[in-house]
């Protein structure tokens, strides 16, 4: 089983950028598909962008659809989360999700309960 390890959260001003990277253990990387997903305070865990095993197709959440850009370097075993004009708002804790069948995409959502495996979380805090 893969495990999963996030970093490049921090504090950022509105309107500023972040790179979280998600790197994961083992040698099966390449067969997952992959996600982030965020929980603000208060809030439920909700679905941010995602991408297949291949990292030929993505998908993202209405919100972060033209800020944020989701890849991966098989080869290097990490999976990116690009956030540029940075949003109050997308303050939360995010969480790189990984599962070794392809996702099912519903109304352009992932559910979390297609997730099998879970990283610790990374805290984005945006200050406006």
């Known amino acids: 089983q893969v495990q999963l390890v996030e970093s490049g959260g921090g504090l950022v001003q509105a309107g500023g950028s972040l790179r979280l990277s998600c790197a994961a253990s083992?040698?099966?990387?390449?067969?997952?598909?992959m996600a982030w997903f965020r929980q603000a305070p208060g809030k439920e865990r909700e679905f941010v962008a995602a991408i297949d095993s291949s990292g030929g197709r993505t998908y993202y959440a209405d919100s972060v659809k033209g800020r944020f850009t989701i890849s991966r370097d098989n080869a290097k075993n990490t999976m990116y989360l690009q956030m540029n004009s940075l949003k109050p708002e997308d303050t939360a804790v995010y969480y790189c999700?990984?599962?070794?069948?392809?996702?099912?995409?519903?109304?352009?959502?992932?559910?979390?309960?297609?997730?099998?495996?879970w990283g610790q979380g990374t805290q984005v805090t945006v200050s406006s």
């Open positions: 999700a990984a599962d070794r069948r392809p996702f099912r995409v519903v109304s352009g959502l992932i559910d979390e309960s297609e997730v099998s495996r």
């Open positions: 083992g040698r099966t990387f390449s067969i997952y598909a």
